[in-house]
């Protein structure tokens, strides 16, 4: 059903029953979870887009097209995975299962009525509370370091219909807890005989011991079933484990990921890399038609599920390499014909930067988390010739501040049209200093001899502070000095021998 606004471009989800019948959660006051809580979700998509345009056009971005932004399948009992803490409220107050209250980290606010999950998630932490309050088990104290109760970790198979139960506590007996022990059977029992209307296909107890107020693994003990749950993104199957990351909104991220891949030009017979894969959903769709897929990823778990997924889907040409994304792509010979990455919050670093635009690729595919460092990166981009060609941003967390984008970069031809002018000899002596040696050799030759890494950007630099003719990018703004970091002082002077060594001056 289409909305009546007849000015709305973002298609159905603004209009359904689903999205709008739902009145304002009960725990909005304290909760900061859903900073867009009573904001009309159309209002919601049009903040989202503007501020992904604010940031581009601060940063002198300049963008093909520029697409609507694309609403979440759902608005509502979209999360798959929650992590709830034990607490109170007020100060030794009732013992309390939730999130962190706004504005007051010590204080924990159950949050048993929540709209972004299923109601199984409530009525598991509901059950989960009460069960505590009827064994007088006490919370963890962030200050005081004692308790046995910790964390409830809970997480849903969207296509399967699974649940994954986790409850963290102090080991049994440990002086931090004052000497109480957890019943683990009669938890299964509190779990198992709900009423739920997805199924329960594990029950661990994780066992932490440790001061800090986070979730860290001593020991992970199956209680009940087993340790994973399956899911399924765009016909791949997937085994979820307690802690392995994966995407919180598997519907929009299905969409999100097929708009991706869809950018690219025939890929077929072709090499991929998609950079920070994550547990490789990606890596493994371009596996499907392209020769051979490589993914890259920090997080060495994430990258062992990836394995296992992939010889679970029967793909035999993609591997997966955990690493930082620089040091691993420095230590392979393999050269992409596409590359697609998908950045951690802080974007990708200036080292791997220059790697990626060093490959010189016809495409690269941006899937950006955060529209900040978004545009800081793509401005390097656009510096070193590729054209950003579009820009799509996804909403694909409704009722927060988060917004997820698309971008499709392509890297801009040599200039094949020639024109007679009349060139001054110093000018021309000049310019055939500038050509006596690459960026990537000066990079090279720099690496080897000092043994670190230097960029586009510092040799760009310092090459304006030696006097060699640099040619001007007429895509940047006239500031843009003001806006890029200056070169250290051991790195400029190291690329200023470079120069010597190839004789540029």
Same mark, same amino acid.
């Given at each position: 059903?289409?909305?009546?606004?007849?000015?709305?471009?973002?298609?159905?989800?603004?209009?359904?029953?689903?999205?709008?019948?739902?009145?304002?959660?009960?725990?909005?006051?304290?909760?900061?979870?859903?900073?867009?809580?009573?904001?009309?979700?159309?209002?919601?998509?049009?903040?989202?887009?503007?501020?992904?345009?604010?940031?581009?056009?601060?940063?002198?971005?300049?963008?093909?097209?520029?697409?609507?932004?694309?609403?979440?399948?759902?608005?509502?009992?979209?999360?798959?995975?929650?992590?709830?803490?034990?607490?109170?409220?007020?100060?030794?107050?009732?013992?309390?299962?939730?999130? /962190?209250?706004?504005?007051?980290?010590?204080?924990?606010?159950?949050?048993?009525?929540?709209?972004?999950?299923?109601?199984?998630?409530?009525?598991?932490?509901?059950?989960?509370?009460?069960?505590?309050?009827?064994?007088?088990?006490?919370?963890?104290?962030?200050?005081? /370091?004692?308790?046995?109760?910790?964390?409830?970790?809970?997480?849903?198979?969207?296509?399967?219909?699974?649940?994954?139960?986790?409850?963290?506590?102090?080991?049994?007996?440990?002086? !931090?807890?004052?000497?109480?022990?957890?019943?683990?059977?009669?938890?299964?029992?509190?779990?198992?005989?709900?009423?739920?209307?997805?199924?329960?296909?594990?029950?661990?107890?994780?066992?932490?011991?440790?001061?800090?107020?986070?979730?860290?693994?001593?020991?992970?003990?199956?209680? +009940?079933?087993?340790?994973?749950?399956?899911?399924?993104?765009?016909?791949?199957?997937?085994?979820?484990?307690?802690?392995?990351?994966?995407?919180?909104?598997?519907?929009?991220?299905?969409?999100?990921?097929?708009?991706?891949?869809?950018?690219?030009?025939?890929?077929?017979?072709?090499?991929?890399?998609?950079?920070?894969?994550?547990?490789?959903?990606?890596?493994?769709?371009?596996?499907?038609?392209?020769?051979?897929?490589?993914?890259?990823?920090?997080?060495?778990?994430?990258?062992?599920?990836?394995?296992?997924?992939?010889?679970?889907?029967?793909? +035999?040409?993609?591997?997966?390499?955990?690493?930082?994304?620089?040091?691993?792509?420095?230590?392979?010979?393999?050269?992409?014909?596409?590359?697609?990455?998908?950045?951690?919050?802080?974007?990708?670093?200036?080292?791997?930067? +220059?790697?990626?635009?060093?490959?010189?690729?016809?495409?690269?595919?941006?899937?950006?988390?955060?529209?900040?460092?978004?545009?800081?990166?793509?401005?390097?981009?656009?510096?070193?010739?590729?054209?950003?060609?579009?820009?799509?941003?996804?909403?694909?967390?409704?009722?927060?501040?988060?917004?997820?984008?698309?971008?499709?970069?392509?890297?801009?031809?040599?200039?094949?049209?020639?024109?007679?002018?009349?060139?001054?000899?110093?000018?021309?002596?000049?310019?055939?200093?500038?050509?006596?040696?690459?960026?990537?050799?000066?990079?090279?030759?720099?690496?080897?001899?000092?043994?670190?890494?230097?960029?586009?950007?510092?040799?760009?630099?310092?090459?304006?502070?030696?006097?060699?003719?640099?040619?001007?990018?007429?895509?940047?703004?006239?500031?843009?000095?003001?806006?890029?970091?200056?070169?250290?002082?051991?790195?400029?002077?190291?690329?200023?021998?470079?120069?010597? /060594?190839?004789? !540029?001056?």
């Amino acid at each position: 059903m289409r909305t009546e606004n007849s000015n709305c471009n973002h298609g159905d989800i603004c209009g359904s029953r689903e999205n709008n019948d739902r009145g304002l959660c009960r725990d909005r006051e304290f909760c900061g979870g859903c900073s867009y809580q009573g904001v009309p979700y159309e209002e919601q998509l049009r903040i989202k887009e503007g501020e992904v345009r604010q940031l581009l056009d601060a940063k002198s971005i300049k963008y093909g097209e520029f697409l609507p932004i694309q609403p979440s399948p759902s608005r509502y009992a979209y999360r798959n995975k929650m992590e709830y803490t034990f607490g109170d409220q007020v100060k030794d107050g009732p013992t309390t299962l939730g999130m /962190h209250q706004k504005g007051r980290f010590m204080s924990i606010i159950t949050v048993d009525q929540c709209q972004l999950v299923h109601e199984d998630f409530n009525q598991i932490l509901r059950a989960t509370l009460e069960y505590v309050e009827s064994k007088g088990y006490s919370h963890y104290h962030k200050k005081r /370091h004692t308790g046995l109760m910790r964390h409830l970790i809970i997480r849903r198979g969207i296509r399967t219909g699974e649940l994954l139960v986790n409850i963290v506590t102090a080991s049994d007996n440990n002086p !931090m807890a004052g000497g109480e022990v957890f019943d683990e059977a009669g938890y299964v029992q509190a779990i198992r005989s709900l009423p739920l209307e997805n199924q329960v296909v594990g029950i661990l107890r994780t066992i932490n011991d440790r001061l800090a107020d986070a979730v860290y693994c001593d020991e992970l003990r199956i209680l +009940d079933g087993r340790d994973y749950y399956n899911e399924e993104i765009m016909g791949l199957q997937f085994r979820v484990s307690a802690f392995s990351f994966f995407q919180t909104n598997v519907e929009a991220v299905e969409g999100l990921y097929t708009y991706a891949v869809s950018l690219i030009d025939g890929f077929e017979g072709k090499d991929a890399f998609d950079l920070y894969c994550g547990t490789g959903t990606i890596t493994q769709v371009l596996a499907r038609k392209a020769r051979t897929a490589l993914g890259v990823e920090l997080v060495e778990e994430a990258v062992e599920v990836a394995r296992q997924t992939a010889e679970l889907n029967g793909l +035999d040409n993609c591997r997966f390499i955990a690493g930082d994304c620089f040091k691993v792509l420095d230590s392979i010979a393999e050269k992409p014909d596409v590359i697609v990455v998908d950045p951690p919050r802080v974007g990708i670093k200036p080292d791997a930067l +220059d790697k990626i635009i060093g490959y010189g690729v016809d495409q690269i595919v941006y899937v950006s988390c955060n529209p900040k460092s978004l545009a800081e990166n793509l401005y390097y981009f656009q510096y070193y010739g590729y054209r950003i060609e579009s820009v799509r941003p996804f909403d694909n967390f409704p009722g927060t501040k988060h917004v997820e984008t698309v971008c499709l970069l392509s890297k801009l031809s040599e200039v094949k049209n020639h024109i007679s002018v009349k060139v001054d000899m110093n000018e021309m002596d000049l310019t055939a200093a500038e050509s006596k040696a690459t960026y990537q050799e000066i990079k090279e030759w720099v690496k080897e001899k000092y043994g670190f890494h230097v960029s586009h950007l510092n040799i760009a630099k310092t090459k304006r502070k030696c006097g060699i003719i640099e040619r001007k990018n007429y895509n940047l703004p006239k500031n843009e000095d003001s806006r890029s970091p200056e070169t250290p002082k051991e790195k400029e002077e190291a690329i200023t021998e470079a120069f010597r /060594h190839f004789q !540029m001056i």
